[in-house]
C-alpha cells in the first residue's frame, strides 16, 4: 500500500523539524485559536504525508512526527492499513477539518473529503462498519463497536451530514450521502442490540457482519454484553434529534440494563509483585464505588474475565498478570451515564 506524499521536499523539511508541543492524543483537545496557528499546521502538514491511497489513515502511529524511511518501507497490515480502530481515520479527519476551518486551508479540505469518502466506501451494505478497510481477513471483518470504532464514525459522518462546524464546506451531495449512512449505522445499532428475555440490554463489542450474531474478536474479547461500549452507543442514540419510539425504547433498555448489573464491594488495586514488577488485583471493599465489567456472560448477566487462553473465568484474580495490568475489565464507564446524561436526555424529550 502506497502512501501519496505532496512533495519529497515538503517531506524532509518537515522530517527536519522538532517534536511538536502538543502530543497527538491531545490534538482534538485544543481552544479554537490554537488551530488557526503555526504549530496546528506543521501537525497538519504531517498528517497529510500518513494518508493513504484509499483515503484513511493508519492507527498507532505519532502524526505530530511525519513518517520516517521506516515506516515507509513497512507493509504489514497492521502499521500501514488504513483502519477505524484506534481512533484512527476520524482523529486525522476531525484535526485537519478544523485547520482547514481555522485557516482556509487548501491542502486539508480535500484531504478531509477524501476521509469522509473513505468512511463512506467502507460501509457494509448492512449498515455496520469493520476495523479495516479495504478489508482483512479475519475478526477484523466483524461489525466492530470495540472501543468506540464504528461510534467514533456515525459522530463525524452525523456531524457532516449537517454542515456543522468545521464540515460547512462540505457540498451536498456528500451532506446527503453522510446522512444516509448515519440512518443505516443507527438501523445497524438497533438490530445488534441484544434481547434478553424480552428485555433490551447492552451490546457486544463486535458482531458476525453476515449473522449479526455476538462475535470473538482476540482471545480475550469473548461474545457477551459490554458495560463499555455499550455506552458510546447509548450516548449516539441520545443525540438523535426527535428520537423514535424505537430509539427511545433502546435506551431505556440499555440503561436499565446497566443500572441492574454493577459490580459492587470490589475495587481493583495496583501492586507489586514479589518480583518487583507491577500487578493489578480485586479486593473486596464493601466501601468502595461501583464497578461495570467490561464483559458479561450473555444469558446470565455474570461479569467474566478472559485471558489469552481464551478461557473464561468470573474471578478477575484468576487471569493471567498481563492481562490484569493490560486490560480494562472493570470500570465506572456508566456512571455519568445513569446519574446525569440520561435524566437530562429524558428532561429534554419531555419522557416522563
Same mark, same amino acid.
Given at each position: 500500500?502506497?502512501?501519496?506524499?505532496?512533495?519529497? *521536499?515538503?517531506?524532509?523539511?518537515?522530517?527536519?523539524?522538532?517534536?511538536?508541543?502538543?502530543?497527538?492524543?491531545?490534538?482534538?483537545?485544543?481552544?479554537?485559536?490554537?488551530?488557526?496557528?503555526?504549530?496546528?499546521?506543521?501537525?497538519?502538514?504531517?498528517?497529510?504525508?500518513?494518508?493513504?491511497?484509499?483515503? =484513511?489513515?493508519?492507527?498507532?502511529?505519532?502524526?505530530?512526527?511525519?513518517?520516517?524511511?521506516?515506516?515507509?518501507?513497512?507493509?504489514?497490515?497492521?502499521?500501514?492499513?488504513? !483502519?477505524?480502530?484506534?481512533?484512527? !481515520?476520524?482523529? +486525522?479527519?476531525?484535526?485537519?477539518?478544523?485547520?482547514?476551518?481555522?485557516?482556509?486551508?487548501?491542502?486539508?479540505?480535500?484531504?478531509?473529503?477524501?476521509?469522509?469518502?473513505?468512511?463512506?466506501?467502507?460501509?457494509?451494505?448492512?449498515?455496520?462498519?469493520?476495523?479495516?478497510?479495504?478489508?482483512?481477513?479475519?475478526?477484523? !471483518?466483524?461489525?466492530?463497536?470495540?472501543?468506540?470504532?464504528?461510534?467514533?464514525?456515525?459522530?463525524? *459522518?452525523?456531524?457532516?451530514?449537517?454542515?456543522?462546524?468545521?464540515?460547512?464546506?462540505?457540498?451536498?451531495?456528500?451532506?446527503?450521502?453522510?446522512?444516509?449512512?448515519?440512518?443505516?449505522?443507527?438501523?445497524?445499532?438497533?438490530?445488534? +442490540?441484544?434481547? +434478553?428475555?424480552?428485555?433490551?440490554? =447492552?451490546?457486544?463489542?463486535?458482531?458476525?457482519?453476515?449473522?449479526?450474531?455476538?462475535?470473538?474478536?482476540?482471545?480475550?474479547?469473548?461474545?457477551?454484553?459490554? =458495560?463499555?461500549?455499550?455506552?458510546?452507543?447509548?450516548?449516539?442514540?441520545?443525540?438523535?434529534? /426527535?428520537?423514535?419510539?424505537?430509539?427511545?425504547?433502546?435506551?431505556?433498555?440499555?440503561?436499565?440494563?446497566?443500572?441492574?448489573?454493577?459490580?459492587?464491594?470490589?475495587?481493583?488495586?495496583?501492586?507489586?509483585?514479589?518480583?518487583?514488577? /507491577?500487578?493489578?488485583?480485586?479486593?473486596?471493599?464493601?466501601?468502595?464505588?461501583?464497578?461495570?465489567?467490561?464483559?458479561?456472560?450473555? =444469558?446470565?448477566? /455474570?461479569?467474566?474475565?478472559?485471558?489469552?487462553?481464551?478461557?473464561?473465568?468470573?474471578?478477575?484474580?484468576?487471569?493471567?498478570?498481563?492481562?490484569?495490568?493490560?486490560?480494562?475489565?472493570?470500570?465506572?464507564?456508566?456512571?455519568? *451515564?445513569?446519574?446525569?446524561?440520561?435524566?437530562?436526555?429524558?428532561?429534554?424529550?419531555? *419522557?416522563?
Amino acid at each position: 500500500m502506497k502512501i501519496k506524499l505532496p512533495s519529497l *521536499l515538503v517531506f524532509f523539511a518537515l522530517a527536519a523539524t522538532t517534536q511538536a508541543a502538543v502530543k497527538w492524543n491531545d490534538v482534538l483537545r485544543q481552544p479554537a485559536e490554537w488551530y488557526a496557528g503555526a504549530e496546528a499546521r506543521t501537525i497538519a502538514d504531517s498528517v497529510l504525508l500518513y494518508q493513504t491511497e484509499s483515503g =484513511g489513515w493508519p492507527k498507532n502511529h505519532d502524526m505530530t512526527v511525519p513518517p520516517d524511511e521506516a515506516f515507509l518501507a513497512e507493509t504489514k497490515h497492521d502499521h500501514r492499513a488504513p !483502519t477505524i480502530d484506534n481512533n484512527a !481515520t476520524t482523529t +486525522q479527519i476531525q484535526f485537519l477539518a478544523r485547520v482547514a476551518e481555522a485557516q482556509d486551508d487548501a491542502p486539508a479540505r480535500p484531504a478531509v473529503l477524501r476521509g469522509l469518502d473513505y468512511l463512506l466506501a467502507a460501509q457494509y451494505a448492512n449498515g455496520g462498519w469493520a476495523q479495516y478497510y479495504p478489508s482483512i481477513a479475519g475478526y477484523y !471483518t466483524h461489525i466492530t463497536y470495540n472501543d468506540n470504532a464504528m461510534v467514533n464514525v456515525l459522530n463525524v *459522518l452525523r456531524d457532516a451530514s449537517v454542515g456543522a462546524p468545521p464540515y460547512a464546506f462540505l457540498d451536498a451531495e456528500r451532506r446527503t450521502k453522510a446522512a444516509d449512512a448515519v440512518q443505516r449505522g443507527t438501523a445497524c445499532i438497533l438490530r445488534t +442490540q441484544i434481547n +434478553q428475555n424480552g428485555s433490551l440490554t =447492552g451490546w457486544c463489542a463486535q458482531y458476525d457482519e453476515t449473522t449479526f450474531e455476538p462475535a470473538w474478536a482476540r482471545n480475550f474479547e469473548p461474545p457477551s454484553q459490554s =458495560g463499555d461500549e455499550s455506552v458510546a452507543l447509548v450516548r449516539f442514540l441520545m443525540g438523535i434529534e /426527535k428520537p423514535s419510539p424505537e430509539v427511545i425504547a433502546a435506551i431505556d433498555g440499555a440503561v436499565t440494563w446497566l443500572h441492574a448489573v454493577p459490580v459492587h464491594g470490589l475495587r481493583i488495586d495496583n501492586t507489586v509483585g514479589a518480583d518487583g514488577k /507491577k500487578d493489578r488485583h480485586a479486593v473486596e471493599d464493601s466501601s468502595a464505588p461501583a464497578l461495570w465489567a467490561r464483559f458479561y456472560e450473555l =444469558g446470565t448477566n /455474570k461479569p467474566i474475565y478472559v485471558g489469552r487462553d481464551k478461557v473464561i473465568r468470573y474471578d478477575y484474580n484468576e487471569i493471567e498478570r498481563e492481562r490484569r495490568i493490560g486490560y480494562n475489565y472493570l470500570g465506572s464507564w456508566p456512571a455519568k *451515564l445513569i446519574l446525569e446524561d440520561y435524566p437530562r436526555w429524558r428532561e429534554k424529550n419531555n *419522557l416522563p
